[in-house]
Protein backbone atom coordinates (compact mmCIF):
# COMPACT_ATOMS: atom_id res chain seq x y z
CA UNK A 1 0.00 0.00 0.00
CA UNK A 2 1.45 3.49 -0.65
CA UNK A 3 2.37 5.14 1.84
CA UNK A 4 0.77 8.63 3.27
CA UNK A 5 1.84 12.04 4.54
CA UNK A 6 0.41 15.46 5.70
CA UNK A 7 2.16 18.36 4.09
CA UNK A 8 2.20 21.46 6.04
CA UNK A 9 2.03 24.07 2.85
CA UNK A 10 2.76 27.98 3.73
CA UNK A 11 2.11 29.65 0.03
CA UNK A 12 3.23 32.88 1.74
CA UNK A 13 3.82 35.84 -0.73
CA UNK A 14 3.93 37.35 -3.84
CA UNK A 15 4.60 34.40 -6.59
CA UNK A 16 4.81 31.60 -3.65
CA UNK A 17 1.29 31.46 -3.74
CA UNK A 18 1.25 30.20 -7.11
CA UNK A 19 4.27 27.88 -7.29
CA UNK A 20 3.10 25.84 -4.23
CA UNK A 21 0.05 24.93 -5.96
CA UNK A 22 2.06 23.95 -9.27
CA UNK A 23 4.07 21.79 -6.92
CA UNK A 24 0.63 20.61 -5.10
CA UNK A 25 -0.25 19.76 -8.44
CA UNK A 26 2.67 17.40 -8.94
CA UNK A 27 2.12 15.56 -5.59
CA UNK A 28 -1.36 14.85 -6.51
CA UNK A 29 -0.16 13.47 -9.80
CA UNK A 30 1.88 10.82 -8.45
CA UNK A 31 -0.87 9.83 -5.72
CA UNK A 32 -3.36 9.70 -8.75
CA UNK A 33 -0.95 7.02 -10.41
CA UNK A 34 -0.59 4.74 -7.37
CA UNK A 35 2.36 6.72 -5.54
CA UNK A 36 2.08 8.19 -2.31
CA UNK A 37 -0.81 10.02 -0.69
CA UNK A 38 -0.44 13.79 0.25
CA UNK A 39 -2.92 15.69 2.70
CA UNK A 40 -2.64 19.05 2.68
CA UNK A 41 -2.57 21.12 6.24
CA UNK A 42 -2.64 24.93 4.12
CA UNK A 43 -1.56 27.32 7.08
CA UNK A 44 -0.89 31.06 6.98
CA UNK A 45 2.55 32.90 7.06
CA UNK A 46 4.24 35.52 5.77
CA UNK A 47 3.54 39.64 5.02
CA UNK A 48 -0.22 39.54 4.26
CA UNK A 49 -0.94 37.49 7.41
CA UNK A 50 1.05 39.95 9.25
CA UNK A 51 -1.64 42.83 7.74
CA UNK A 52 -4.52 40.01 8.58
CA UNK A 53 -3.89 38.66 11.69
CA UNK A 54 -1.22 40.91 13.46
CA UNK A 55 1.60 38.83 13.10
CA UNK A 56 3.66 37.06 10.09
CA UNK A 57 4.05 33.34 11.95
CA UNK A 58 0.74 32.78 14.08
CA UNK A 59 0.86 29.99 16.82
CA UNK A 60 -1.24 27.97 14.76
CA UNK A 61 1.56 27.82 11.79
CA UNK A 62 4.16 26.89 13.83
CA UNK A 63 2.50 24.20 15.50
CA UNK A 64 0.85 22.68 12.21
CA UNK A 65 4.48 22.46 10.63
CA UNK A 66 5.49 20.72 13.85
CA UNK A 67 2.49 18.39 13.52
CA UNK A 68 3.10 17.69 9.54
CA UNK A 69 5.48 15.34 8.05
CA UNK A 70 7.03 17.74 5.70
CA UNK A 71 6.71 21.39 5.24
CA UNK A 72 6.52 23.04 2.18
CA UNK A 73 7.00 27.04 1.48
CA UNK A 74 6.32 29.38 -0.87
CA UNK A 75 8.35 32.29 -0.89
CA UNK A 76 7.41 35.29 2.05
CA UNK A 77 7.81 39.24 1.67
CA UNK A 78 9.95 39.37 4.46
CA UNK A 79 11.55 42.77 3.97
CA UNK A 80 7.81 44.61 4.31
CA UNK A 81 7.00 42.82 7.68
CA UNK A 82 8.19 45.60 10.30
CA UNK A 83 10.14 44.10 13.78
CA UNK A 84 6.62 43.75 15.70
CA UNK A 85 5.07 41.69 13.12
CA UNK A 86 7.61 38.74 13.75
CA UNK A 87 10.27 37.16 11.16
CA UNK A 88 8.01 33.98 9.49
CA UNK A 89 11.02 32.43 7.98
CA UNK A 90 13.68 32.74 10.89
CA UNK A 91 10.54 31.55 13.34
CA UNK A 92 9.90 28.70 11.60
CA UNK A 93 13.80 27.57 11.29
CA UNK A 94 14.18 27.92 14.87
CA UNK A 95 10.49 26.86 16.01
CA UNK A 96 11.43 23.18 13.77
CA UNK A 97 14.86 23.57 15.44
CA UNK A 98 16.50 23.35 11.83
CA UNK A 99 20.08 25.17 11.40
CA UNK A 100 20.96 24.47 7.84
CA UNK A 101 19.96 25.05 4.18
CA UNK A 102 20.82 23.23 1.26
CA UNK A 103 21.02 24.49 -1.88
CA UNK A 104 22.44 22.64 -5.02
CA UNK A 105 22.86 24.36 -8.05
CA UNK A 106 23.99 22.69 -11.56
CA UNK A 107 24.30 23.13 -15.21
CA UNK A 108 21.30 21.57 -16.76
CA UNK A 109 21.61 20.70 -20.07
CA UNK A 110 19.60 22.53 -22.67
CA UNK A 111 19.64 25.68 -20.20
CA UNK A 112 22.46 27.83 -21.51
CA UNK A 113 24.12 29.49 -18.10
CA UNK A 114 26.90 31.69 -17.95
CA UNK A 115 28.95 28.45 -17.87
CA UNK A 116 28.65 24.96 -18.36
CA UNK A 117 30.91 23.86 -15.65
CA UNK A 118 29.03 23.86 -12.27
CA UNK A 119 27.48 21.26 -10.02
CA UNK A 120 27.60 22.32 -6.29
CA UNK A 121 26.15 22.66 -3.20
CA UNK A 122 25.83 25.56 -0.85
CA UNK A 123 24.97 24.45 2.66
CA UNK A 124 23.73 27.98 4.76
CA UNK A 125 23.73 28.57 8.21
CA UNK A 126 20.02 30.10 8.01
CA UNK A 127 19.34 31.33 11.96
CA UNK A 128 22.10 33.58 13.31
CA UNK A 129 25.29 35.54 11.57
CA UNK A 130 24.53 38.63 10.32
CA UNK A 131 20.95 37.70 9.98
CA UNK A 132 20.29 37.45 14.08
CA UNK A 133 18.17 40.54 13.92
CA UNK A 134 19.95 42.05 16.54
CA UNK A 135 20.30 45.30 15.15
CA UNK A 136 20.36 49.14 17.54
CA UNK A 137 21.29 52.72 17.02
CA UNK A 138 24.33 53.95 19.07
CA UNK A 139 22.78 57.03 18.35
CA UNK A 140 20.87 58.82 15.59
CA UNK A 141 24.15 58.49 13.26
CA UNK A 142 25.03 55.10 14.10
CA UNK A 143 23.54 51.70 13.52
CA UNK A 144 24.86 48.47 14.76
CA UNK A 145 24.49 45.06 13.78
CA UNK A 146 25.46 42.48 15.61
CA UNK A 147 26.81 39.18 14.28
CA UNK A 148 26.21 35.73 15.76
CA UNK A 149 28.13 32.83 15.63
CA UNK A 150 27.58 29.62 17.79
CA UNK A 151 29.65 26.50 18.28
CA UNK A 152 25.93 25.08 18.11
CA UNK A 153 24.88 26.01 15.07
CA UNK A 154 28.33 26.10 13.13
CA UNK A 155 28.97 22.58 14.06
CA UNK A 156 25.41 21.99 13.18
CA UNK A 157 25.79 23.35 9.51
CA UNK A 158 28.97 21.62 8.91
CA UNK A 159 27.88 18.12 9.34
CA UNK A 160 25.08 18.57 7.17
CA UNK A 161 27.81 20.24 5.09
CA UNK A 162 29.91 16.83 5.21
CA UNK A 163 26.95 14.88 5.20
CA UNK A 164 25.98 16.54 1.69
CA UNK A 165 29.83 15.29 0.80
CA UNK A 166 29.56 11.86 1.28
CA UNK A 167 26.60 11.39 -0.07
CA UNK A 168 28.03 13.32 -3.28
CA UNK A 169 31.02 11.30 -3.40
CA UNK A 170 29.04 8.17 -2.96
CA UNK A 171 26.56 9.43 -5.79
CA UNK A 172 29.61 10.63 -8.34
CA UNK A 173 32.07 7.91 -7.85
CA UNK A 174 34.95 10.92 -6.96
CA UNK A 175 36.39 12.46 -3.99
CA UNK A 176 34.02 15.47 -2.54
CA UNK A 177 35.28 18.57 -1.03
CA UNK A 178 33.80 20.87 1.35
CA UNK A 179 35.09 24.68 1.23
CA UNK A 180 34.14 26.41 4.49
CA UNK A 181 34.26 30.57 3.62
CA UNK A 182 35.50 33.23 5.95
CA UNK A 183 36.30 36.81 6.12
CA UNK A 184 38.57 35.47 9.41
CA UNK A 185 41.04 38.25 8.86
CA UNK A 186 38.41 40.53 9.75
CA UNK A 187 35.83 38.64 11.89
CA UNK A 188 38.44 36.90 13.71
CA UNK A 189 35.69 35.70 16.57
CA UNK A 190 33.03 35.10 15.21
CA UNK A 191 34.48 33.51 11.85
CA UNK A 192 37.49 32.29 14.13
CA UNK A 193 34.70 29.91 16.21
CA UNK A 194 33.04 29.22 12.61
CA UNK A 195 36.18 28.14 11.60
CA UNK A 196 37.05 25.94 14.82
CA UNK A 197 33.71 24.05 14.55
CA UNK A 198 34.17 23.66 10.99
CA UNK A 199 37.86 21.68 11.43
CA UNK A 200 36.43 20.04 14.50
CA UNK A 201 33.92 18.37 12.25
CA UNK A 202 36.44 17.60 9.14
CA UNK A 203 38.39 15.67 11.73
CA UNK A 204 35.17 13.39 11.86
CA UNK A 205 34.77 12.84 7.59
CA UNK A 206 39.09 11.83 7.01
CA UNK A 207 37.79 10.92 3.76
CA UNK A 208 36.26 14.02 2.69
CA UNK A 209 38.80 17.25 1.45
CA UNK A 210 38.74 19.82 3.50
CA UNK A 211 39.66 23.46 2.93
CA UNK A 212 38.71 27.15 3.56
CA UNK A 213 38.30 30.32 1.53
CA UNK A 214 38.00 33.74 1.95
CA UNK A 215 34.51 34.89 0.73
CA UNK A 216 35.86 37.79 -1.42
CA UNK A 217 38.32 35.12 -3.54
CA UNK A 218 35.46 31.98 -3.00
CA UNK A 219 33.07 34.72 -5.07
CA UNK A 220 35.85 35.31 -7.58
CA UNK A 221 36.88 31.82 -8.18
CA UNK A 222 33.25 30.11 -8.52
CA UNK A 223 32.79 32.59 -11.48
CA UNK A 224 36.31 31.72 -12.78
CA UNK A 225 36.53 28.24 -11.60
CA UNK A 226 33.21 27.43 -11.09
CA UNK A 227 34.15 23.17 -11.47
CA UNK A 228 36.31 23.79 -8.65
CA UNK A 229 33.63 24.06 -6.25
CA UNK A 230 31.74 20.78 -4.43
CA UNK A 231 30.19 22.05 -1.19
CA UNK A 232 30.73 25.43 0.08
CA UNK A 233 30.32 25.74 3.68
CA UNK A 234 29.17 29.03 4.70
CA UNK A 235 27.53 31.04 7.45
CA UNK A 236 24.04 32.82 6.63
CA UNK A 237 25.05 36.08 5.25
CA UNK A 238 27.47 34.83 2.92
CA UNK A 239 25.68 31.55 2.31
CA UNK A 240 22.50 33.87 1.31
CA UNK A 241 25.03 35.49 -1.76
CA UNK A 242 27.15 32.89 -2.68
CA UNK A 243 23.89 30.91 -3.36
CA UNK A 244 22.64 33.23 -5.38
CA UNK A 245 26.18 33.66 -7.38
CA UNK A 246 25.61 29.55 -7.62
CA UNK A 247 22.30 29.78 -8.80
CA UNK A 248 23.10 32.11 -11.20
CA UNK A 249 25.90 30.34 -13.10
CA UNK A 250 23.77 27.44 -13.08
CA UNK A 251 20.48 28.58 -14.68
CA UNK A 252 18.92 31.10 -12.81
CA UNK A 253 16.70 31.20 -9.18
CA UNK A 254 14.05 30.05 -11.44
CA UNK A 255 15.49 26.73 -11.23
CA UNK A 256 17.41 26.76 -7.69
CA UNK A 257 15.97 24.30 -4.82
CA UNK A 258 16.31 24.36 -1.37
CA UNK A 259 15.72 22.33 1.73
CA UNK A 260 16.26 23.00 5.31
CA UNK A 261 16.39 19.32 7.70
CA UNK A 262 16.90 19.18 11.10
CA UNK A 263 16.76 16.09 13.68
CA UNK A 264 12.63 16.01 13.99
CA UNK A 265 11.45 18.85 11.10
CA UNK A 266 12.14 19.61 7.73
CA UNK A 267 10.80 22.51 5.90
CA UNK A 268 11.22 23.03 1.98
CA UNK A 269 11.40 25.89 0.01
CA UNK A 270 12.78 27.70 -3.22
CA UNK A 271 15.54 29.70 -3.00
CA UNK A 272 13.96 32.33 -4.78
CA UNK A 273 11.61 35.29 -3.05
CA UNK A 274 8.45 36.89 -3.60
CA UNK A 275 9.01 38.71 -7.09
CA UNK A 276 6.94 41.22 -6.91
CA UNK A 277 7.95 42.75 -10.69
CA UNK A 278 6.17 39.22 -11.91
CA UNK A 279 3.53 38.09 -9.00
CA UNK A 280 0.16 37.92 -9.82
CA UNK A 281 0.80 37.75 -13.38
CA UNK A 282 1.26 33.77 -13.72
CA UNK A 283 4.09 33.66 -15.26
CA UNK A 284 6.64 32.43 -12.79
CA UNK A 285 9.28 29.65 -13.13
CA UNK A 286 7.54 26.80 -11.04
CA UNK A 287 10.83 24.46 -11.44
CA UNK A 288 12.70 25.59 -8.89
CA UNK A 289 9.04 25.02 -6.55
CA UNK A 290 8.66 21.48 -8.02
CA UNK A 291 12.56 20.58 -7.76
CA UNK A 292 11.71 21.68 -4.14
CA UNK A 293 8.98 18.93 -4.05
CA UNK A 294 11.49 16.81 -5.44
CA UNK A 295 14.02 17.02 -2.36
CA UNK A 296 10.82 16.83 -0.18
CA UNK A 297 10.13 13.42 -1.51
CA UNK A 298 13.48 12.04 -0.97
CA UNK A 299 13.49 13.20 2.70
CA UNK A 300 10.18 11.36 3.35
CA UNK A 301 11.94 8.48 1.98
CA UNK A 302 10.09 8.51 -1.70
CA UNK A 303 13.32 8.40 -3.71
CA UNK A 304 11.62 6.79 -6.61
CA UNK A 305 8.79 9.74 -6.48
CA UNK A 306 11.67 12.15 -6.29
CA UNK A 307 13.68 10.74 -9.46
CA UNK A 308 10.35 10.65 -11.47
CA UNK A 309 9.88 14.38 -10.92
CA UNK A 310 13.30 15.33 -11.26
CA UNK A 311 13.47 13.46 -14.66
CA UNK A 312 10.47 15.22 -15.97
CA UNK A 313 11.66 18.25 -15.50
CA UNK A 314 14.96 18.27 -16.67
CA UNK A 315 13.48 16.31 -19.40
CA UNK A 316 11.13 19.18 -20.14
CA UNK A 317 13.73 21.73 -19.71
CA UNK A 318 16.32 19.85 -22.16
CA UNK A 319 13.28 19.50 -24.69
CA UNK A 320 13.56 23.12 -24.56
CA UNK A 321 9.75 23.50 -26.11
CA UNK A 322 7.99 25.05 -23.08
CA UNK A 323 9.88 27.73 -21.03
CA UNK A 324 8.64 30.52 -18.97
CA UNK A 325 10.44 33.98 -19.29
CA UNK A 326 12.91 33.39 -17.29
CA UNK A 327 14.43 31.12 -19.48
CA UNK A 328 13.91 33.23 -22.71
CA UNK A 329 10.32 31.54 -23.33
CA UNK A 330 6.96 32.46 -22.86
CA UNK A 331 5.19 30.11 -21.09
CA UNK A 332 2.83 30.61 -18.39
CA UNK A 333 3.97 28.67 -14.86
CA UNK A 334 0.28 26.54 -15.88
CA UNK A 335 1.64 25.51 -19.22
CA UNK A 336 5.02 24.58 -17.61
CA UNK A 337 3.28 22.97 -14.56
CA UNK A 338 1.44 20.67 -16.92
CA UNK A 339 4.50 20.18 -19.50
CA UNK A 340 6.08 18.39 -16.31
CA UNK A 341 3.10 16.64 -15.27
CA UNK A 342 3.14 14.58 -18.86
CA UNK A 343 6.19 14.08 -18.82
CA UNK A 344 5.96 12.27 -14.99
CA UNK A 345 6.87 8.94 -16.08
CA UNK A 346 5.67 6.59 -13.08
CA UNK A 347 6.81 2.76 -13.44
P1 LIG B 1 14.45 37.72 -1.35
O1 LIG B 1 15.22 38.86 -0.78
O2 LIG B 1 13.12 37.48 -0.71
O3 LIG B 1 15.27 36.47 -1.56
P2 LIG B 1 14.97 38.89 -3.86
O4 LIG B 1 14.84 40.35 -3.69
O5 LIG B 1 16.33 38.27 -3.84
O6 LIG B 1 14.04 38.16 -2.80
P3 LIG B 1 13.43 37.51 -5.82
O7 LIG B 1 12.05 37.71 -5.37
O8 LIG B 1 14.01 36.17 -5.60
O9 LIG B 1 14.35 38.62 -5.21
O10 LIG B 1 13.55 37.90 -7.34
C1 LIG B 1 14.77 38.29 -7.98
C2 LIG B 1 14.52 38.32 -9.49
O11 LIG B 1 14.38 37.00 -9.98
C3 LIG B 1 13.25 39.07 -9.88
O12 LIG B 1 13.43 39.77 -11.09
C4 LIG B 1 12.25 37.95 -10.08
O13 LIG B 1 11.23 38.24 -10.99
C5 LIG B 1 13.12 36.81 -10.60
N1 LIG B 1 12.57 35.53 -10.16
C6 LIG B 1 12.63 35.02 -8.90
N2 LIG B 1 12.01 33.84 -8.85
C7 LIG B 1 11.53 33.60 -10.09
C8 LIG B 1 10.76 32.55 -10.68
N3 LIG B 1 10.36 31.48 -9.97
N4 LIG B 1 10.43 32.64 -11.98
C9 LIG B 1 10.83 33.68 -12.72
N5 LIG B 1 11.54 34.73 -12.23
C10 LIG B 1 11.90 34.67 -10.93
Same mark, same amino acid.
Not at 117 to 144: F, P
Not at 262 to 271: C, L
Given at each position: MASSYTICVLPGDGIGTEVTDCGRQVLDALSGRGGPRFDYDVRPAGYYTFLGVGHSLPDGTLDAAKAADAVLVGAMDVAQIPPHGGDPLGGLRIGLEVSASVRPSRTID?? +????? *???? $????? $?????????????? *? *????? $??????? +???NTARMAFAQAMARQETYGRPSLVTAVHKVGVLKLSDGLFLEACADVAREFPEIAYETANIDTCAMDMVRNPGHFDVILATNAFGDILSDVAAGLAAGL?? +??? %??????? +????? $???? %??????KGIANPCATILTVAMMLRY??? *??????????????????????GDLGGNATSTEMTDAILSSLKIK
Open positions: GI +AGPTN *DIDC $VVVRE $VTEGLYSRDEYMGD *D *DAAYA $VRVVTRK +ASTGL +AAS %ACIGERW +AYFEP $VHGT %APDIAGLGE *DESADVVETAVYGVLEDGKIRT
